[in-house]
């Protein structure tokens, strides 16, 4: 008796074609039943048999059954390797590209030969930004590219409007953090405040001081200086 041997391609194309139309069933179940849910940008097997990951706002991420009849919001973690699967997934999907920064909307401080680089992402009124700014006064050799990225309030956008427009950004801005020396009124194109803004929801930055690095990862917070030595050491283009 012959064994039926079927061609990897052929076997592949029909597990392929299954995998289509369970996303289709997904999708249409879901959009029918939930007609307020936002348009769905991706559905994806997740590690546990029969659920499925569903992305939506770019970086939105719910879980569902193979037929959409539930819908789950909240984290998905892996007990054995105790790794969070969700958070895991999120920042594969907000990780940004170093070479990716829109830097034109940035002003640059440099201290020692500055071959190190960092951006950061820093809110006027913010007192952890603050906290951070005097702890890289003691990180040596190393660029910092600053985004002002007021999203605290009113006083915030004000502030920043004025440091973006003074004739020296990076004083204006370190004499404020650093010395409470109000930066002086001052106008110009300050459009370039609005699109870090932009950059920022669209990346997820939801809290300031957020950091980035050259090998496209980022760190949150106002962490120490040893952190901050680390990660400047470790991330490699």
Known sequence: MKTLRLPLLVILSALCMGALAQEA????????????????DEVRKTPVEGLYEVRINQSDIFYTDAQGNHLIQGA??????????TEQRIEQLTAVDFRDLPLKDAFTIVR???????????????GFCKRFERDLLKIDDVTVHVFLYPILGADSVTKSRHIWCAKDKDKA????????????????????LERNVAFGRKHRI??????????????????G????ARKLAEAKP
């Open 225 to 228: 200086v040893e952190q901050i």
């Open 76 to 85: 998905l973690i892996d007990t054995r390797a105790r790794v969070n699967l």
């Open 25 to 40: 069933v997904i999708r249409k179940n879901l959009a029918e039943r939930l007609p307020s849910l936002p348009p769905i």
């Open 206 to 223: 939801d809290g300031t001081p957020a950091s980035f690095f050259v090998d496209g990862t980022r760190m949150p917070g106002a962490v």
């Open 112 to 126: 020692g030969n500055g071959k190190r680089k960092m951006a950061l992402f820093s809110d006027p009124n913010c």
């Open 173 to 192: 801005y370190l004499d404020w953090m650093l010395n409470n020396v109000t930066p002086p009124s001052a106008s110009c194109d300050t459009t370039a």
